[in-house]
C-alpha cells in the first residue's frame, strides 16, 4: 500500500452500497478505514424493504469496486440477494464495519474532523458521509397531520400484501415505489387503487430478453437531449394506450426530469398490464385526508383502509455538518464524491444516477479515492502518527 497514507485515519458514516465501496478505496489507498452504521446488520436498509423487491439494474452493473457479484444470483437481484452481496463484500475486503453507532454530529476541530456518536468522539484525517441521498422518508403534509381513522404509512414501512388481504388500498406516488408495491398488492386486496400527481415515465426493464438498462448505459455517450427524446418515445411504443386508464403520456423526458427531480423513470414489470385489466385503478392526487375519507384533488372522495404514501425520501446529510456552502437548499451535497468547499477531507457519497445508483457508488469511491491522493500528496491532511491521536473508542465489530 502507498507508504504515504501511512497513518491516516478515515471514517465512513454508513454501511450501503456507496459507504463500504468508499472505505474499500480508501483502504486500498492505504489508510486505517472504520465504518459507522446505527443497523444492527450489513444490508439492514435492504432487507427491511419490501419482500418483492428487486433491483431494477442488470447485475453486471451494479457490482461494487473490487468484487463482481456472482452469476448465480441472476441478471436481476432480489433484496434479500443483494443484501447478502454486501456482506460479502465488506467481509472480502476485510472492512472493520462498527455496527449499533449512530452517528450524532461531524465537527472540524484542530484542523482535524471530529465524529460525534452515542458511544464517544472519534477522530479522523478524512470523513466519507454515505447514509444516502435517500436517508429519510419523506412525508406530505397531509400525510403527517392526517386524522384519518385508517392506517397511513409511507412506503418505507411496506414489507408485504398479507398486512393488506381483503383491504381497500389507496397507493400515493406513481414512482418505482409506489408503482411496483400497486402491483406487490394485487391478488391480495380486495382493492388497489393508485394516487397519480405527475403521470410516469415508463421505460421496459426488457425488451426482447434485452435489459433496457444495459441499452442506455451502452448509449451513455449520446447527448442526454437525444436520450431524453428517446425514452419519450419509447414510452409511447409501449404503453400510449395507458392514457385511456389515466395515465397520459408524459411531456418531460427521462433526462430532463431527472435533471429537475433526481428521479429516475419507472422500470416497468407488470405495472402496465395491471392497470389495463383494471386490477389497479388510477385516480387523482390526493389534496387531503379527513377523518373517514381521502379526498382527491378532483374533489372525488374516497373511503380505503389504508393509505401508502410513496413520496419519495429526503437526505440528511446537512443536519450531521454545520457547513451551509457544502450543501443545497434541499441539504444534498454541491459535489458527490469531491471535494467540498471549506470542509478538505470530507466526502458526500450516494448519489443517484440515471446510469444506476449502485455502478455511480462505484465511480464515486473512486473518486474519493483520488481526491484523497490528492491530498496527501500535498500535505494538506494531519500527519500526526497514530499513537499521537485521541484513541478510537470500539463498538460492535467486523461483519
Not at 463482481?68 to 432480489?78: F, H
Not at 391480495?188 to 425488451?207: D, F, G, M, Q, Y
Amino acid at each position: 500500500m502507498p507508504t504515504i497514507a501511512n497513518h491516516r485515519h478515515a471514517i465512513v458514516v454508513g454501511a450501503g452500497s456507496a459507504g463500504l465501496a468508499a472505505a474499500a478505496e480508501l483502504r486500498r489507498e492505504g489508510l486505517a478505514v472504520e465504518v459507522l452504521d446505527r443497523a444492527a446488520a450489513i444490508g439492514d436498509t435492504w432487507t427491511a424493504r419490501y419482500d418483492a423487491l428487486r433491483l431494477n439494474t442488470v447485475r453486471v452493473l451494479s457490482g461494487l469496486p473490487g468484487l463482481p457479484i456472482p452469476r448465480s444470483y441472476g441478471r436481476w437481484l432480489t433484496r434479500d440477494d443483494f443484501a447478502g452481496y454486501l456482506r460479502a463484500y465488506a467481509e472480502h475486503h476485510a472492512l472493520t464495519v462498527h455496527l449499533g453507532v449512530a452517528v450524532t454530529a461531524v465537527d472540524r476541530e484542530d484542523g482535524r474532523w471530529v465524529v460525534e456518536t452515542a458511544t464517544g468522539r472519534r477522530e479522523a484525517d478524512v470523513v466519507v458521509l454515505a447514509t444516502g441521498h435517500a436517508g429519510r422518508p419523506l412525508l406530505p403534509a397531509w400525510a403527517a397531520r392526517s386524522r384519518f381513522r385508517g392506517r397511513v404509512l409511507h412506503a418505507a414501512e411496506y414489507r408485504s400484501p398479507a398486512a393488506f388481504a381483503g383491504a381497500d388500498v389507496l397507493v400515493v406516488g406513481a414512482g418505482n415505489s409506489g408503482t411496483e408495491i400497486a402491483l406487490d398488492l394485487c391478488g391480495t386486496a380486495a382493492r388497489v387503487r393508485l394516487s397519480v400527481r405527475t403521470p410516469p415515465l415508463l421505460i421496459p426493464v426488457e425488451v426482447h430478453g434485452l435489459p433496457m438498462h444495459l441499452v442506455s448505459f451502452l448509449f451513455r455517450w449520446v447527448p442526454w437531449r437525444v436520450l431524453d427524446s428517446s425514452s419519450l418515445v419509447t414510452h409511447r411504443q409501449h404503453y400510449a394506450d395507458l392514457a385511456a386508464h389515466g395515465l397520459p403520456a408524459p411531456k418531460v423526458g427521462a433526462y430532463a426530469r431527472f435533471r429537475q427531480t433526481s428521479l429516475a423513470p419507472v422500470a416497468e414489470r407488470g405495472f402496465a398490464a395491471a392497470v389495463r385489466d383494471g386490477r389497479i385503478g388510477v385516480v387523482a392526487a390526493v389534496e387531503r385526508l379527513e377523518a373517514d375519507a381521502a379526498v382527491l384533488a378532483d374533489g372525488e372522495r374516497l373511503a380505503p383502509d389504508a393509505v401508502i404514501v410513496a413520496t419519495g425520501y429526503e437526505p440528511a446529510f446537512a443536519e450531521l455538518v454545520g457547513l451551509p456552502d457544502a450543501f443545497d437548499r434541499e441539504g444534498r451535497p454541491v459535489a458527490w464524491g469531491g471535494p467540498l468547499p471549506g470542509a478538505p477531507g470530507l466526502f458526500v457519497v450516494g448519489a443517484p444516477s440515471l446510469l444506476g445508483d449502485l455502478y455511480e457508488h462505484g465511480r464515486e469511491a473512486r473518486r474519493v479515492r483520488q481526491a484523497v491522493r490528492r491530498l496527501l500528496r500535498a500535505g494538506v491532511l494531519d500527519a500526526r502518527p497514530a499513537a499521537a491521536r485521541t484513541p478510537v473508542s470500539s463498538a460492535g465489530g467486523r461483519p
